[in-house]
């Protein structure tokens, strides 16, 4: 694993966990740090029936944030830029996992642009920090945008994740432990 190098594919689920061991625990732009948010935003896919690997999805989809707080030794430091954390991340887990987690990782942003577009009242459900980078990563899509989104495969999938994202943003909230989730994304490694 390069920390400074977000382009290099992680070569086991082992390495994802220990990037999640070293910074997830952090706090970023939310009430909640990396880690609560993850685990809350896989309960909630599990709780909602969603497949082993859109769980997968849900659990990771942030790992590209986990960079971020890497480079700058685990304080989050508010950019004035998009940080592009979700091709970040689906790229670093796409050495190990395929298309289905990936995807929605990849499109999670989108997902957010594309439901502020078609359902004008989802903004003022957004916490303090997806609205800042909202604005930061293209505001609501365009008529053609939201076409373009509805075309490309996985994207309700994707759809699903942000609004377990969106979610998964409560202080305090019980749920299991990251360990719980290491038999699941055991299984869904590519050999």
Request: net charge negative; aromatic share 6%; hydrophobic share 45%.
């Amino acid at each position: 694993m390069s920390v400074g190098s977000a382009a290099v594919a992680a070569a086991s689920v082992g390495e994802i966990v220990t990037l999640y061991e070293r910074y997830a625990g952090d706090a970023y732009d939310e009430r909640v740090s990396q880690l609560d948010h993850a685990l809350q935003t896989a309960a909630l896919a599990r709780a909602d029936g969603a497949s082993d690997e859109l769980v997968a999805a849900a659990l990771l989809h942030d790992v590209g944030h986990l960079f971020h707080l890497a480079a700058n030794d685990g304080r989050w430091v508010p950019a004035d830029e998009d940080l592009a954390h979700e091709s970040i991340g689906a790229r670093y887990l796409s050495g190990v996992f395929g298309p289905a987690v990936t995807g929605p990782v990849a499109l999670h942003v989108a997902a957010k642009r594309y439901r502020c577009a078609v359902d004008p009242s989802y903004r003022a459900t957004l916490s303090p920090g997806s609205v800042r980078s909202l604005e930061l990563q293209g505001g609501p899509m365009s008529a053609d945008e939201v076409a373009e989104f509805e075309a490309v495969a996985g994207s309700d999938d994707a759809a699903r994740l942000r609004g377990w994202d969106d979610a998964g943003k409560v202080d305090g909230l019980d749920v299991v432990p990251f360990e719980a989730y290491r038999p699941l994304l055991d299984r869904l490694a590519r050999g």
